[in-house]
């Protein structure tokens, strides 16, 4: 084809390279001239043959000045629905589904069944009787629906459009339906039963039994078959599928979860002859069991997956119009999940609602969660690394599971030193939001140690969860106000029974004051030492050391005098640790343990342990008692005070053993001579 003023073609390449070409669409270049008898922009060309074209090549039409055909051949036919066949007339009706329409029974080689999306030739239903495919069409509302529903299959009970379905819940429709048919015949057994000897449920308890010589005839009706309906296979069958449901999108795991909760609100429970002893072959119960965990996944996938709102919408709607049953009416309101955007729920995680509560139009409303919800908050604000919003939430939502929210609540003080506010970490160690107490009262040693190294460091450990580590992160923050930590720790002692009978607690405690606020460039916790104050200077601080911790049995914001505040406020605040441990020894009953890992706590802050050892002398019982656990621990744990001796040094050991060797009572003198036969046994070492 030319196109131009150029006349026709007689190059033979130019004619040859066009005969090449599969096909030719003329369009006029004019859409306002119908010169050419059309009235429209396209020209469709007769096909004449090929060959004969080939044959008479250097004949060409001219259609006008600017347009001349070349080549034409006839259109190949592509695949299309039946009512769009060009070879055979197609009538058109709302709903005929009895028998074929005039000529719709007929189809060329690429008609497609409207319903089926296969070729005709292989519907099955093309033209049986009472459902008669082939007149089917796309402008007829009841085969626009039969194809909706061909397309969608079991995904219709959820009302989805057509835009709205993609693979993911394509293959949790074919999933859910091959759940449907197993569950349908699991179901059908029991509904059947089973016949069983009733003796062989229930043991029959008749005297007879007892003397085989006697006939009875009182418990014949215990030894008939009665049926059994056992609900146990449907109970197996679905929670197979729940258990793999993980290994599925979360839209997938959606529609099937739903679907199968749909299946259990259908199923009736049926009478046995007596209550069956394993809890999931009773409907009731293992229904509800399995309603439960379906609810608790669901209400998760909600929190945890960003669903388009449409689709939310929809998972909601469809199971609050489910008919539940009695048995199941405790999760009538259970998918009342809350979105992220809710109003209530964004204005406590900005701040701007502490208390979680709000008047609607004169109604009181308040932030109230199933735990599952609340779990997956905290998760899903936990992995995005929102602690502050995290915090506001755990403080403000409400959740019928006290015990389980008050685990979450546990790592507040966590949370907290993650944004680095460490002031309100160290309160919430004796006043928690919503708790009656504090998250301390739920501490052992551990955990303790834990917070205590957080905030005297400003740093936390790696990732979320509340363990010990080697390596730690700091964190940007206001530093915590003088003295207050060390009154936060021993009021935290002071108030918890079973914190201040551990002897690990005070060990710990010590620890922690013997560790330098800084950490090391590989965030590690580095060994401090703390200056030896005078000997007047020690007297005091031991003295006034008694009144404080009497103020702190009673209230926090105890005043510290002067000597804590000085250049020796280290000191001072380790010498009422020290007074602090004598009273912890005075209150406790004998025998003392793990009194050796208390002095090994001090590290090389030996004065320490001499003031300690000097404040018990007088109390002969006690010093017999601190004495003598420390031989026995050095009996049994020889090994570990060696490896010890090791990492700290010659220098270590070198001052440790006279605090003990030089001591007056010979009761403690014996303790040094202990370590330096166990330096003895281990010099190649």
């Keep these: 084809m030319r196109s131009g003023g150029e006349g026709p073609c007689d190059d033979n390449t130019s004619l040859e390279a066009a005969v ?21 922009s396209v020209l469709l060309i007769e ?29 190949h036919v592509m695949p299309h629905a039946r009512y769009d066949c060009s070879m055979h007339p197609f009538t058109r009706v709302e709903q005929e589904t009895q ?21 005709a030739s292989e519907c099955t239903k093309w033209t049986s009787q009472g459902h008669c495919h082939c007149n089917a069409h796309n402008k007829s509302k009841h085969w626009k629906e039969q194809r909706d529903a061909a397309l969608v299959g079991v995904l219709t009970m959820f009302k989805l459009d057509l835009t709205e379905i993609d693979t993911e819940l394509k293959e949790g429709g074919n999933k859910l339906q091959r759940l449907i048919s197993e569950l349908s015949s699991a179901y ?121 709102n449409t689709l939310y919408d929809k998972f909601i709607s469809f ?23 809710n109003c209530l729920l964004t204005s406590v995680l900005a701040g701007q609602n502490l208390t979680g509560i709000r008047t609607n139009k004169g109604k009181k409303e ?48 966590l949370y907290m030193c993650k944004y680095g506010d460490f002031n309100s970490a160290a309160n919430t160690l004796l006043q928690t939001k919503g708790m009656q107490g504090s998250i301390a009262k739920f501490f052992n040693s551990s955990l303790f140690e834990l917070h205590l190294a957080m905030l005297r460091t400003k740093s936390c450990p790696p990732g979320n969860e509340l363990k010990w580590s080697e390596v730690y992160e700091p964190q940007n923050g206001v530093s915590l106000k003088k003295g207050l930590l ?57 003295t006034m050391s008694c009144t404080i911790l009497d103020e702190l049995q009673r209230q926090t914001n105890v005043h510290l005098p002067q000597p804590f505040h000085k ?57 017999f008692q601190f004495v003598s656990s420390i031989n026995r621990e050095l009996y049994e744990d020889e090994q570990r005070i060696v490896g010890l001796f090791i990492s700290r040094g010659p220098n270590y050991v070198a001052h440790l053993v006279p605090v003990f060797l030089l001591h007056q009572r010979e009761g403690v003198r014996i303790v040094g001579f202990h370590l330096i036969d166990i330096v003895l046994k281990n010099l190649n070492r």
């Excluded at 509904?191 to 043991?203: A, K, N």
């Excluded at 208390?598 to 342990?609: E, Q």
């Design 366 to 413: 308040c932030l109230w969660e199933a735990l599952p919800v609340v779990q997956s908050r905290v998760k899903r604000l936990e992995d995005n690394k929102s602690y502050r919003q995290l915090v506001r939430y755990l403080n403000a939502v409400q959740c019928s599971d006290l015990t389980s929210l008050n685990t979450m609540k546990q790592k507040l003080c």
């Design 188 to 308: 059908h057994k029991y509904l059947e039963g089973t016949l069983m000897m009733r003796d062989s449920v229930q043991r029959c308890v008749c005297s007879c039994h007892r003397d085989k010589t006697v006939k009875c005839n009182s418990c014949a009706m215990n030894h008939v078959p009665v049926t059994f309906h056992d609900y146990s296979e449907v109970h197996r069958l679905v929670t197979g599928y729940l258990n793999h449901i993980e290994e599925d999108g979360p839209k997938a795991a959606a529609v099937i979860l739903l679907g199968t909760a749909r299946e259990l609100v259908f199923h009736k429970a049926l009478p046995n002859p007596f209550t069956l002893k394993n809890q999931i072959a009773n409907m009731k119960e293992s229904s509800v069991s399995l309603m439960s965990r379906i609810v608790a996944t669901l209400q998760r996938l909600l929190v945890l997956v960003d669903y388009p």
């Design 567 to 623: 250049a020796y406020g280290s000191s001072a605040e380790m010498i009422l640790i020290i007074q602090a441990i004598i009273r912890y020894l005075m209150g406790t009953n004998p025998p003392l343990k793990g009194m050796l890992e208390l002095v090994v706590a001090f590290g090389v802050n030996h004065w320490a342990v001499s003031l300690l050892i000097e404040g018990i002398s007088l109390m002969t019982e006690l010093l």
């Design 99 to 119: 028998l074929p329409l005039d000529q719709n029974a007929s189809f060329c080689d690429e008609c497609y069944c409207y319903l089926c999306d296969k070729p």
């Design 47 to 75: 096909d004449a043959g090929e060959n004969s074209f080939v044959k008479e090549k250097k004949t060409v039409e001219v259609l006008d000045e600017e347009l001349a055909i070349t080549f034409s051949r006839k259109a």
């Design 486 to 542: 060390i009154r936060i720790a021993l009021r935290v002692l002071l108030c918890n029974d079973h914190l201040f009978h551990e002897s690990k607690c005070w060990s710990a405690l010590v620890r922690i004051w013997c560790t330098h606020e800084t950490l090391s460039n590989e965030g590690r916790l580095q060994p401090l030492f703390v200056i030896e104050p005078d000997k007047v200077l020690q007297q005091t601080v031991m």
């Design 319 to 341: 199971f609050q119009c489910l008919p539940l049953p009695s048995h199941f009416y405790s999760f009538i309101t259970s998918m009342k999940v809350m979105r992220w955007d």
């Design 20 to 40: 090449a070409e599969e096909s030719v669409i003329v369009i006029s270049d004019d859409e306002a001239d119908v010169s050419l008898g059309l009235g429209n």
